[in-house]
């Protein structure tokens, strides 16, 4: 177990001239404050702490986060507060300790919601100091290595949650070296027994590999010193989770797994990356399709590298990644390489995209698990990179389509997007983007975003601008219906429509815990109040037994739509599909949440699950002299019998009446069963032609 002496020795090893006395007096601190309480394994609790901050040390920490690793569960597990670390240790120190502290005053209502919203919150502070994610690492490496005194369950669960959060996020900030332990350390807790077989069989081969791996190192060595080129040479096994990973995309068993084996050349300059690479290429056979150049091309997560695999000495796969001594720290510890004790400089730009991204994520989306769908998506996708027609590189999520990436570009080129060219060549909008597609987005001023586009865009940026829109859109829809249906209400009343304008619709909108008048409005749009209830409370007073409906003007003919709703004119109104309603149909209207009015018949067995709400009730009206089609969906139940489709058709078509959609069945006792949906003019059109279907030969039935 790690001692303090160790932890500071261990600090001074790279940084001769840092504070110690700040880790000693954080260690005292922290040592007093958990002095009471001990691991699960039974070790007094400042071994976890001292732990995490040794972690942090073998990253070359700065002295702060080292004392945050120390202080990191004193506000949650004692009585410490964030004040009494702000007090002894400073505000920096305080924030990275208390963005730690899982949120223990907030009741949640599930322990996966908890968890949901414990990550949230840290993860917005990483937004403002990658430190907090580092210390999180560390402290999450530490638990993973001491979980044997767990049960199996929790065991599995935190690994789990490790392999599918931590490891990805880890990847995503290019710390190499933590996602491989974390990975494998994963992996041995969730399925123990395939992890001991496949230790057991890299072992047996282990003596060959390394033979092997000296054979290869030597013989590129002496090539590159022959060319006057500085490098080394490495080889390594690869970890055991990317072996059984290849194992399970592959399907094939770890014998015919022929790229166990890695060779990593560190060079001093990208020129002779790119020289070595030749040298490789001359000596040994490319892979087809394995060569990537991850130097002119950087992956988001800063990591550069040249990668190819060849067909080695024996006939055996060998793939080599190639870069500077830069890279190699990069590609190692990532974004940790910025919080080393004496290079607090500016993060690199492509994580300060991605830490941007995020910033706008915990912003965007409220909803704790749509958070985290949305983080896995953004930090585990494989990528591809497409060029705009001036050549700028635009790295995407493999799947993403044109919207995506026209979404990348700006929010407002996304919007109003209609269509794309690919390489000069219209496509679809569901296309899917390709490495080095050219891709042109086609707009227009007045397009707005299809709620389709939910459906099959990629990236999180492209779902929440759209998810926005829409919400925004319903918003004001829901408006505008609130206003018309509380219009209307008021008229009724007999009121001047001036009161709702006035002081006391900002009381009733308080009495209902909003904090202003549109909300309200809004409130009434969605259905989620009735115009009645805000009435009454803006009116108390009013006697509704003794109220006269007042006489609303009819709208003019050149605004006269199929259905009015309550008098009141131009409200958003959709045929709902359950039972179709057709003009003449004795109808009425149920207010949705933010979609209008449905309109349904009055005999509808979906309306009849609504009618417990009946403030959301509105009676509606067809318009007499709209000459316009509605579709009808009938059931039609006859005996099976040749010929029957055809004289069911033409008698239809005999009526002057358009089928759009027939798909005939047997039922159970061997009767036909049709699905039919006709365009009707009104419920007089449709009562004749179902008249006139039962009185054919062979119809048992017909129903709507």
Not at 560 to 589: E, F, H, T
């Amino acid at each position: 177990m790690i001692t303090i002496n160790e932890l500071l020795q261990n600090i001074l090893s790279y940084n001769e001239k840092a504070d110690l006395s700040l880790i000693k007096k954080a260690y005292v601190f922290s040592r007093e404050a958990h002095c009471t309480q001990k691991r699960k394994e039974g070790t007094p609790y400042i071994y976890h702490p001292l732990s995490v901050a040794k972690i942090l040390s073998d990253m070359r920490l700065d002295t702060a986060t080292i004392s945050a690793g120390l202080l990191h569960d004193t506000i949650e597990d004692t009585g410490i507060s964030t004040e009494d670390v702000r007090q002894m240790f400073g505000s920096e120190i305080a924030f990275l300790v208390d963005s730690l502290t899982k949120l223990s005053k907030v009741e949640f209502k599930t322990k996966e919601e908890a968890q949901n919203e414990n990550f949230r919150k840290m993860l917005l502070a990483m937004s403002k100091d990658v430190r907090v994610v580092l210390i999180k690492f560390a402290d999450r490496l530490h638990n993973m290595k001491t979980l044997g005194h767990l049960t199996e369950e929790k065991r599995k669960r935190i690994a789990q949650e490790t392999l599918d959060i931590y490891a990805p996020l880890a990847n995503r900030l290019g710390i190499g070296w933590l996602r491989i332990e974390l990975e494998d350390l994963c992996f041995k807790t969730i399925m123990p027994d395939l992890y001991a077989e496949l230790e057991k069989k890299v072992a047996k081969r282990k003596e060959e590999q390394e033979s092997y791996m000296i054979d290869v190192k030597n013989i590129i060595s002496a090539k590159v010193a022959e060319a006057g080129i500085p490098a080394k040479v490495k080889g390594r096994v690869k970890h055991f989770y990317g072996i059984y990973q290849k194992i399970v995309v592959q399907k094939i068993p770890f014998e015919q797994v022929h790229d166990v084996i890695g060779m990593r050349i560190i060079t001093d300059t990208m020129v002779h990356c790119y020289d070595i690479l030749g040298i490789i290429h001359s000596l040994w056979p490319l892979v087809p399709g394995r060569f990537k150049d991850f130097i002119s091309l950087p992956k988001s997560n800063m990591y550069q590298s040249l990668h190819t695999t060849v067909v080695g000495p024996g006939g055996d796969r060998v793939e080599f990644q190639i870069r500077t001594e830069e890279m190699d720290q990069i590609a190692e510890e990532g974004i940790a390489a910025h919080w080393k004790y004496k290079e607090k400089d500016s993060i690199d730009s492509r994580n300060t995209k991605f830490i941007a991204w995020l910033r706008d994520l915990v912003k965007e989306v409220s909803d704790s698990q749509e958070f985290i769908e949305a983080f896995k998506g953004e930090v585990i996708p494989e990528t591809v990179y497409v060029f705009t027609p001036r050549g700028d590189i635009k790295e995407l999520p493999v799947g993403s389509t044109p919207i995506d990436f026209a979404y990348s570009i700006h929010t407002e080129v996304g919007h109003r997007c209609v269509g794309a060219k690919i390489n000069g060549r219209l496509v679809s909008l569901r296309y899917k983007l390709n490495n080095g597609d050219v891709v042109e987005v086609m707009t227009s001023p007045n397009h707005t975003p299809s709620k389709d586009w939910i459906k099959f865009v990629v990236t999180q940026r492209a779902k929440s601008k759209i998810k926005q829109w829409i919400k925004t859109e319903e918003r004001a829809k829901s408006l505008e219906l609130g206003i018309k249906l509380l219009e209307e209400e008021v008229r009724r009343s007999g009121e001047p429509l001036a009161i709702l304008k006035s002081d006391k619709i900002q009381q009733v909108a308080k009495s209902f815990s909003l904090s202003n008048v549109e909300d309200l409005f809004i409130d009434v749009g969605y259905g989620k109040l009735s115009a009645h209830q805000v009435i009454n409370r803006l009116l108390p007073g009013r006697q509704e037994e003794h109220q006269k409906p007042k006489p609303v003007k009819k709208a003019s003919e050149s605004k006269r739509s199929l259905i009015n709703i309550k008098g009141v004119d131009n409200v958003l109104y959709s045929i709902a599909k359950c039972c179709l309603p057709v003009p003449g149909d004795k109808s009425i209207g149920f207010i949705t949440r933010g979609k209008g009015v449905s309109i349904h018949r009055k005999d509808c067995k979906s309306l009849e699950r609504l009618t417990f709400d009946h403030d959301r009730l509105v009676d509606i009206e067809w318009s007499k002299d709209i000459d316009i089609t509605s579709l009808a969906r009938l059931y039609i139940e006859s005996i099976d019998k040749p010929g029957i489709l055809a004289s069911l058709s033409s008698l239809i078509s005999s009526l002057d009446v358009n089928i759009t959609y027939i798909k005939a069945s047997l039922s159970h006792d061997k009767n036909a069963i049709i699905d039919l949906t006709v365009e009707i003019k009104n419920s007089t059109q449709l009562n004749t032609l179902i008249n006139k279907i039962q009185q054919m030969e062979g119809i048992i039935r017909v129903r709507r």
